[in-house]
């Protein structure tokens, strides 16, 4: 849980998104299932995020689902925790 509902761009991908108060997934080896709680904006709309999962063996893509059955793949880099990224505003 965190202590309030937050935003993030993602400045390689040049996307935002955003967290819920709760976030719940199921996590198993290289995927994340039934993810609740995280949005990303898709053009001028925001988009439920359910599933995140990496390729095995490695690609050094990341693959993001939507529930809309809207789908993007971007490279792993991308969400890299960067020196300076962690730091609260």
């Known amino acids: 849980m965190q202590k309030k509902a937050s935003e993030h761009k993602f400045k390689s991908i040049g996307r935002p998104v955003s967290y819920a108060l709760y976030i719940t997934a199921h996590v198993e080896k290289n995927?994340?299932?039934?993810?609740?709680?995280?949005?990303?904006?898709?053009?001028?709309?925001?988009?439920?995020?359910?599933?995140?999962?990496?390729?095995?063996?490695?690609?050094?893509?990341?693959?993001?689902?939507?529930?809309?059955?809207?789908?993007?793949t971007f490279p792993v880099s991308a969400f890299e925790i960067q020196e300076g990224d962690n730091k609260e505003a």
Do not use: C, Q, S
């Open 31 to 72: 995927r994340i299932k039934k993810l609740t709680g995280m949005k990303a904006k898709e053009l001028l709309i925001w988009v439920t995020v359910n599933e995140i999962y990496v390729d095995d063996p490695p690609t050094g893509m990341i693959t993001f689902n939507a529930t809309t059955d809207l789908t993007r």
